[in-house]
């Protein structure tokens, strides 16, 4: 399980300059720190962030369709209701940070890493996940339905109302997690490995949903 960064441990950490204004659509950001920013409502779709670093910043609603995040670092941030659809996000890095009401649905997630986060009601819907970690999270109503994920960890967080219906798995392990609460998807489990604690668990359901009738 990797360790995550300091703001001085990345390798553009020397280039970063401080972003004072707001965030436009079709903006182009490189190398830029958000340190203590509050957006509200901002129209920042198509946008690119290229090696930017967010510290304590605030995104409040706002659309971000199909922006993206590239080489990113994240620390303390708050998303609260904000459209980030088909965005696309690549070797990103988010710590100690929230996410509530925030629509993902059918985005690009490639190695990123969620250290200490809570995500509340967060919309993967149709998303594709591939090298994605969520480590000590807690994810309270998280939607993965028809989502696909690959080679996706759950190492110590844990998962309430937890939605994969239909979504599509490989090589996803969910042996770590911490609590495996899921509100549908069971029949969606093909592909991931659990442990035998978990398999205990879920059992009923997984009965429930193959037709079994189980009598005393």
């Avoid at 303390?76 to 690549?90: I, K, M, P, Y």
């Avoid at 080679?151 to 937890?162: A, I, K, M, R």
């Avoid at 009923?204 to 189980?214: C, D, K, N, Q, S």
Wanted: glycine share 12%; hydrophobic share 45%; aromatic share 10%.
């Amino acid at each position: 399980m990797s360790r995550p960064r300091e703001r001085a441990d990345l390798p553009f950490a020397a280039h970063l300059e401080p972003h004072p204004g707001g965030l436009v659509a079709s903006g182009d950001y490189d190398t830029a720190l958000f340190d203590g920013n509050a957006f509200d409502e901002p129209d920042a779709g198509d946008a690119r962030f290229i090696e930017c670093a967010f510290s304590g910043a605030v995104f409040t609603g706002g659309r971000y369709r199909r922006a993206r995040f590239s080489d990113v670092w994240m620390h303390s941030v708050r998303w609260v209701g904000a459209d980030l659809g088909e965005t696309t996000w690549l070797d990103a890095e988010m710590i100690a940070s929230a996410l509530a009401g925030i629509q993902l649905f059918g985005a690009e997630v490639t190695r990123v890493v969620f250290h200490d986060c809570k995500l509340d009601s967060v919309n993967f819907r149709g998303a594709t996940l591939r090298e994605v970690s969520f480590v000590n999270c807690r994810m309270t109503e998280v939607d993965f339905a028809g989502a696909t994920l690959d080679q996706v960890t759950f190492p110590g967080s844990l998962l309430e109302g937890t939605r994969f219906g239909k979504a599509k798995m490989s090589k996803v392990d969910l042996t770590g997690a911490a609590g495996l609460g899921m509100k549908d998807g069971y029949d969606s489990l093909a592909g991931a490995t659990i442990s035998g604690g978990q398999l205990m668990e879920l059992a009923p359901m997984l009965a429930e949903t193959l037709g079994i009738r189980v009598a005393d």
